[in-house]
């Protein structure tokens, strides 16, 4: 028998709570049970285990990343600044990948330490006010400026302004620039520790040691030479705010190349200054934007000298533009593959040399080379020292007669016959201008096609009125033309157009307005290439050292862009096949094929030429050649050194042949497509052409208007979209060219400096002389 404890006794109370405590519910599903008499559901039993698993992943998110932290802490070592190289260089291949054509030396090699002694105040408070105004509080990181990051890598904002200069230097020097956890987690470790460790003042000056600011330059003093001639301790305050604002992307703020942005982010370095309270705000207004030596040679680091050093600079520009920088070319050993042939540059530069070897050193040759089916670059020649002005690319020369392909083409496309007659008596008044052909040229009464084999100025300007002038534009814009340009100040406008204004006239079927032989050469690829364009390009392909690939254009070809009717581009290609031969016997040697139109530019008014040109293409190979005195040292006539004035049909169609027949040889010979019938025109322009008078000489046209050319563009700034082609108003049937977008790989072309010897008023040209025939 249990003993009972005496009611009211302590004994009894405790064990009437005990009794209670084992009845109590173990679980909230007991207890609800309790309370209602009914389970918990599935469903809420399962958000109550996602509710726990929840709270465990926050707990690990935080305690896990802090564990992570302070184990890598004690684990990774600080190394010495000066023990850390990383120097590459960089080599650029030939198209076959394997022979050299170049290399890129990084300068660093050449860079002088300075101590933070040397380093004058206006420098540091400038780099400071430009990367971190709190480098000597923090503690070698930002938790807003990571916050930031992280933000914008969600958002996929701008992925910049998140470092401190501690985190800079130890991406730079130790770390790299992966974009992944791994990386960050370390350089966030090194920095910290780094600050605990090293004085902040050996941090910021194995920082400004270290850090690129464009032009080759690696550290303050390499710096303070590229841009300005002078030792880092000489600085100025405004010539210190400039180099402090190339450091977060030396090519975007380059005031050589991008003046617009590289000021305002110069304001934006003094006004940090002023805030900082480091430079007083009257100071501040006073100052002006300093003076900054022009790019060299010595700037771009490479090692090639001659027309080559040339083509090593538009890779180095297209490399920017696909996202791959200055410093990984300078550290990252790069192999670059470009599309250049080897055979096919010696047979331009040997071209160029043998055809100028003894006439006047005014003459400024200029040739490119471009695989009409693809946009490749298989030879190229700007100038030969290899630097400074390129007259491939960078220099806009008025095209002449070459241009009327690009009318033909318009009118082909709004229903115009190759055979439609016109009247090509010399001179005749078209649309309030008076206008005659070269020489005297006069065929009564001419088909398209024999209109332009004689090149007869009569014909084109007319048919350009008929089918309108921005038509015209337009289809040569769609054929790759690109549409717009940067000027001297940074500034983009319409190509093709008066400026201001930004309207054409008919003039520009004769080559008014001025376009650099590259994009020349690419437009008329398009045409070559049954109307599909390409932009042209240098680069195929580009590794690491260490195997990783930056840029492989091999891996997935662009099939093109459709911009121009097949039958159209294959009808233009047809009327153009017999103008080599007629053309002082500039067929291609062993009967090769070929589809070309010459032009001449006349120097203003004076009777005389100032350029000549040369385009021709194979179905694999289109080639613009020119020859030009528009040069940096203003305007002179183009004359041989018998004093013969220069035509398309002479110097530049010399070089234009040699190019070919020298890049060209052995390989098979290719013929265009029979051009279709088009616009009940079943000739493709070929019985009647062949019935016209073939030209033994080019001679300068009569050509005359009210209105003289606008100031031709230095250079054309890379084009994302071609515009899309509208027909004009008119009884003949229309069609309309496709919209162009521009190729998976950007090879975009940045606007250079303004030449030495340009006129004031922000021309980067010499106004450009007359066109003619």
Known sequence: MTHQPPPGSRRAERAQQEGRSRRAPKTRKQARSRRTGQPLSPRQLQWRRARRTLYSLVALGIIGPIVAFMVAYVLVSVPNPADIKNDQVATVFYDDGSTALSTIVPPEGNRTNVTIDQIPLQLRYAVLAAEDRTFYTNPGFSVTGIGRAVLNNVTGGDTQGGSTITQQYVKNALTGNDQTITRKLKELVISTKMARQVSKDDILTAYLNTIYFGRGAYGVAAASQAYFGTSVDKLTVPQAAVLASSIRSPAAYDPATNPGPAQDRWGFVLDGMVGQGWISASDRAALTYPAVQPRTTADTGTATDGPEGLIVSQVKQELAANGITEDQL????????????????????SAVQKTLADQPANLRPASVSVDPRTGAVRAYYGNSQGSGTDFAATWAIQPGSSFKVFALATALKQGVPLSKK?????????????????????????????????????????????????????????AGIPATYVDAKGATVPSLVELPGGRATDGVALGQYGVPPLDMAAAYGTLANDGMQHAPYFVQKVTTSDGRVLLDRTATPNPGTPAIDPAVAQNVISAMEPIAKSSRNHQLAGGRQSAAKTGTAQLKDTGENANGWMIGCTPSLCTASVVTTTGLDGQASAKTSTGQIIYGSGLPSDIWKGTMDGALDGTPNETFPDAPPLNGDASGGQPSTRQAPRRTTEAPPAVTTSEAPAPAPTTTAPTTTAPTT????????????????????????????????????????????????
């Open 330 to 349: 300078n550290k990252a050993g790069l192999q670059i593959v470009t599309t250049v042939n080897q055979q096919a540059q010696q047979s331009t530069v």
């Open 422 to 478: 016109f009247d090509g008596s010399s001179p005749q008044t078209i649309a309030g201008q008076k206008v005659a052909n070269s020489d005297g040229e006069n065929c009564g009464s001419c088909t398209l096609a024999q209109a332009l084999v004689l090149s007869l100025n009569t014909v084109y300007y007319q048919l350009t009125d008929d089918v309108g002038a921005k038509n015209v534009v337009d289809t040569a814009h769609a």
């Open 726 to 773: 509208t027909a004009p108003t008119t009884t003949a049937p229309t069609t309309t060219a496709p919209t162009t977008t521009a190729p998976p790989i950007t090879t975009a072309r940045p606007a250079p400096a303004p030449p030495v010897g340009a006129p004031p008023g922000g021309s980067l040209q010499p106004p450009p002389p007359q066109p003619a025939g």
